[in-house]
């Protein structure tokens, strides 16, 4: 699921949430996939620091299965390798914000 890959949030390349407690991003897949790794393209500019300790899910008729943390800042672009070969028909990314 790649579309504009810029960055630049005026381009509408990425999305934006507030501080809420749970932020989360969510793509839906045609079908089923072997999934071993996503590819996440972080927002540029003074916000990018956000994706730090998102976690990554794959998910499968409704039941998701954690396959990589953020450790770090993604400057542009990084790619996540699963800690095991998934199948899904879903990614989603969540933040939770401990305030």
Do not use: M, P
């Amino acid at each position: 699921a790649v579309r504009n890959t810029s960055g630049h949030f005026s381009e509408n390349s990425c999305t934006h949430t507030l501080y809420n407690t749970f932020n989360w991003w969510q793509v839906t897949l045609d079908k089923v996939y072997k999934i071993d790794h996503v590819t996440i393209f972080n927002r540029l500019g003074d916000c990018g620091g956000r994706i730090v300790g998102a976690k990554i899910w794959v998910g499968n008729d409704g039941w998701f299965t954690e396959c990589a943390i953020v450790e770090k800042n993604v400057d542009v672009s990084e790619t996540f390798s699963c800690t095991s070969e998934l199948e899904g028909d879903a990614v989603k990314i969540t933040q939770l914000i401990v305030t």
